[in-house]
């Protein structure tokens, strides 16, 4: 089993900063890849950012991209995702997820571990 813990979420003004961080447990053996979602009130859970197992290799969806950093420390079993110069549209839960088999990278169907969410408000 797998656990995932996300931290860091708060109220911030627009152009603020935030950096949430997501630690993983069980089955560490293996370094997943790992993606961030984001839910809107009324909307759907959407593609934020992914990242490979190694660190070596990221995606970004296009809203965020220049905006947004996924990064990874395998060391520490955590993953954080830096967001800088935030909008209030980026306003959300956050959540943290593992995949462990294929799929889309941005599809969160594609994933089977979650963590709980972290909530990001940013004001105008």
């Known amino acids: 089993q797998v656990q995932l813990v996300e931290s860091g979420g708060g109220l911030v003004q627009a152009g603020g900063s935030l950096r949430l961080s997501c630690s993983y447990s069980g089955r560490t053996n293996s370094h997943y890849v790992m993606g961030w979602f984001r839910q809107a009130p009324g909307k759907e859970r959407e593609f934020v950012a992914w990242?490979?197992?190694?660190?070596?290799?990221?995606y970004y969806a296009d809203s965020v991209k220049g905006r947004f950093t996924v990064s990874r420390d395998n060391a520490k079993n955590t993953v954080y995702l830096q967001m800088n110069s935030l909008k209030p549209e980026d306003t959300a839960v956050y959540y943290c997820?593992?995949?462990?088999?294929?799929?889309?990278?941005?599809?969160?169907?594609?994933?089977?571990?979650w963590g709980q969410g972290t909530q990001v408000t940013v004001s105008s």
């Open positions: 990242i490979s197992g190694s660190g070596g290799t990221t």
């Open positions: 997820a593992l995949r462990i088999t294929g799929g889309l990278y941005y599809n969160p169907n594609a994933y089977n571990y």
